[in-house]
């Protein structure tokens, strides 16, 4: 977010996307993409229910692929999926993840084809290597401190003399800013600080894509954004490739892309020009408003600025400037547009 946005600016663009030779689209990111690393043709999964004849479809007919509709996740890309309850959003991810095994179709993950064939043991290692993930639930072991939690990966895989991994433990906690809590058990952590452990954790290997189920399901606002500013540092820096499911629609400003997904399938996307953040002060003052009903809270400590700014004279223009803006605030949610995504959102 730039010096002259806030939180409250959106502008809405739907425009064609014109795509290169290789099927990708020519969208003005403002950071550079890699080639496709996750790829699904024509990905379906559908789920018995006993005592019963028919099947529920959790995915139909998702295709990320050149050439079409939806490109495939790219290099670097920074992806969320977003939708309501029981559109298929998690089952998609534990696809990608290898968790769970399609009914029709293929996905290709770093070139390699994963179908139903594919035994669990090449699965095993590929999660081990190429993927991280991070739940809602955190899922550390609770017997294990902070430390142990994110060293484990890097011990099963062993690839690292002993030296090795704890200096690249002591690093990846340093770089979600928990050095000072390396001994603590996940019980002696709040909740922010597990997810960040989970996030250390899952980045212990190196891995390619890293794939978040609701990360800050379970977080307060502030941690919300902390966490949030950390994956985007993440992605941006490192650059690991992240899918992630929200619900939160106040999140989208973080991703490159949104894929909105109902009933088993892909409805649209939207892009981001450019990836920003929440701004916490801003973003509460947003929350403030819409609890009050679309009315500003005034903060308190203003009030003496307030008064003064009231007898200097300045206090009519600024009464004129607040109409206006509430004015332009009305308008946004008339046409149906968030007060609170930043950046230019271009849906295709």
């Keep these: 977010m ?46 018995s229910i006993e005592g019963r004849t028919d099947v529920v479809r959790a995915l139909q007919d998702i295709h990320l692929a050149p050439n079409s509709e939806f490109y495939p996740i790219r290099k670097g890309e920074f992806v969320m999926l977003r939708g309501p ?26 070139g390699t084809s994963i179908t139903t064939a594919s035994p669990d043991s090449f699965l095993a290692d590929l999660r081990l ?8 639930t955190f899922n550390l072991i609770a017997t294990m401190s902070a430390f142990e939690n994110v060293e484990l990966p890097m011990t099963i895989l062993g690839r690292l003399s002993t030296k090795e991994r704890r200096a690249r433990t002591r690093d990846l906690l ?11 058990l996940p019980s002696e952590l709040s909740g922010g600080e597990q997810q960040r ?5 899952a980045l212990a290997n190196e891995p390619n894509i890293l794939l978040l189920d609701e990360p800050t399901g379970d977080l307060d606002t502030k941690t919300t954004i902390q966490v949030m500013d950390l994956l985007l540092s993440i992605n941006q820096k490192l650059g690991t490739t ?9 999140l989208e400003c973080y991703a490159d892309r949104i894929l909105y997904l ?39 400590k203003k009030k003496e600025e307030e008064e003064r700014k009231e007898s200097s004279g300045e206090g009519e223009s600024r009464r004129e400037g607040k109409q206006k803006e509430k004015e332009e605030e009305e308008e946004r949610e008339e046409n149906g547009v968030a007060p609170v ?8």
């Design 174 to 184: 340093a770089l979600v800013a928990l050095r000072d809590r390396e001994g603590h």
């Design 129 to 136: 290597e190429k993927i991280g993930f991070v739940f809602q």
């Design 341 to 348: 995504t930043t950046g230019t959102l271009i849906a295709i």
């Design 2 to 47: 730039d010096g002259s946005q806030t939180v409250n600016e959106e502008v809405f663009e739907e425009e064609e996307v014109e795509l290169d030779e290789e099927g990708l689209p020519k969208v003005p990111f403002g950071h550079k993409l890699g080639a496709p690393i996750i790829v699904c043709r024509h990905l379906s999964k559908n789920y």
């Design 262 to 300: 109902s009933d088993g399938k892909i409805a649209r996307q939207a892009l981001n020009e450019k990836q920003s953040k929440l701004e916490y002060s801003k973003y509460m003052d947003y929350l403030n408003m819409v609890d009050k009903g679309g009315v500003p809270v005034k903060q308190p």
């Design 242 to 250: 992240c899918l992630m499911v929200t619900h939160n629609p106040d």
């Design 85 to 110: 309850s029981g559109g298929g959003k998690t089952t998609l991810l534990n696809m990608i993840g290898t968790i769970d095994k399609p009914t029709g179709g293929n996905i290709e993950i770093l």
């Design 197 to 201: 452990v989970t996030i250390a954790r």
